[in-house]
């Protein structure tokens, strides 16, 4: 999770903070918004935080996503460079700031964002990381998705666009949903999965489980074939072959870590025992988020839901 202090919706520089922003100073001014033509009328924008898709119908888009408020005039520009035709739904994939920072200003605009209701739930309560302690305020009005859908999955079609929602529970988060547009081949994953070979942030204090990651990324790799194009919440365009490697690494950790809890280990045991060292090698970026990491899948078992 990422903290974003009020001064954000300001737009002046901040600190954010969180594993994937340590301390990480951002001035909004400085960052451009890249576009990449997908085919099939179907766009990939990158600036700061989860990448978003974009999927260009007869008389309206569908977004995936919306980054940080301080950039959504710059992503509202992006997209009129792309089509003159409103955004009708913005899909949340989950609640993290780098997500959802932009919901308010969207739907301002006349854009429905459409979200697992879990989501609703959290952004209005506020919300707390298990492992670093960050803190995400409540919000209100605007800054709350204005459709949410309860149950396995969802389907949203604008002029002849369809997206599919599907919502993996206990994965990244309790929220998250991931998005397959069939007619261009392209699947949005948010944050289950990253494109980074890196180990991805197991959010197990909202609900967070690598069970969840594991079930995501087996949906993935039956829907996949060689010629899909795999949108992640952070990293590079992705294929089918990234989604094996990240669901062979995350099968690894949940049966390493889950034998360990099952004969009883504590989790300062675990850590100990450093049962993911060789993964470690090329999945962790630094030995905190190695250690947070295997912290991570090992409370996936302590919270007990099974
Ligand atoms: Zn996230």
Redesign the pocket.
Same mark, same amino acid.
């Given at each position: 999770?990422k903290r974003i202090t009020l001064a954000a919706l300001a737009g002046v520089a901040v600190i954010v903070t969180g594993p994937a922003y340590a301390q990480q100073q951002i001035d909004w001014d400085k960052i451009q918004i890249k576009t990449v033509d997908l085919g099939n009328k179907t766009y990939r924008l990158e600036g700061q935080g *989860?990448n978003i898709t974009l999927a260009v119908g007869s008389d309206g888009i569908i977004m995936v996503d919306t980054q940080f408020a301080p950039l959504s005039d710059k992503i509202k520009a992006a997209i009129k460079a792309i089509s003159p035709l409103p955004v009708k739904y913005a899909i949340i994939t989950?609640f993290?700031g $780098?997500?959802t920072g932009g919901i308010a200003n969207f739907q301002k605009d006349g854009v429905i964002a459409v979200a697992h209701d879990n989501i609703r739930i959290r952004l209005i309560a506020g919300t707390t990381n298990a492992i670093t302690g960050n803190k995400m305020d409540p919000r209100s009005g605007d800054a709350i998705p204005k459709e949410t859908y309860v149950g396995g999955t969802k389907t949203i079609e604008v002029g002849g666009r369809k997206a599919i929602l599907t919502h993996y529970y206990n994965a990244?988060?309790d929220g998250d949903t991931g998005v397959y547009f069939p007619d261009a081949n392209v699947i949005a994953t *948010? $944050?289950i999965m990253n494109s980074n070979h890196r180990y991805q942030?197991v $959010?197990y204090g909202n609900g967070g489980d690598i069970r969840g990651m594991i079930r995501a990324t087996d949906d993935w790799l039956k829907i996949a074939n060689d010629q899909t194009k795999v949108m992640t *919440?952070h990293g590079p365009l992705a294929d089918k072959k990234v989604v094996a490697e990240y669901n062979a690494m995350v099968k690894t950790a949940r049966e390493r870590v889950e034998k360990l809890y099952r004969e009883g280990k504590s989790e300062d045991e675990v850590v100990a025992l450093d049962p993911l060292k060789d993964l470690n090698t090329t999945w962790a970026a630094n030995p905190d988020q190695a250690k947070n990491f295997l912290k991570q899948v090992y409370n996936s078992f302590n919270t007990r839901r099974d």
């Open positions: 999770m *989860g989950h993290h $780098d997500h990244h988060t *948010g $944050d942030n $959010d *919440g």
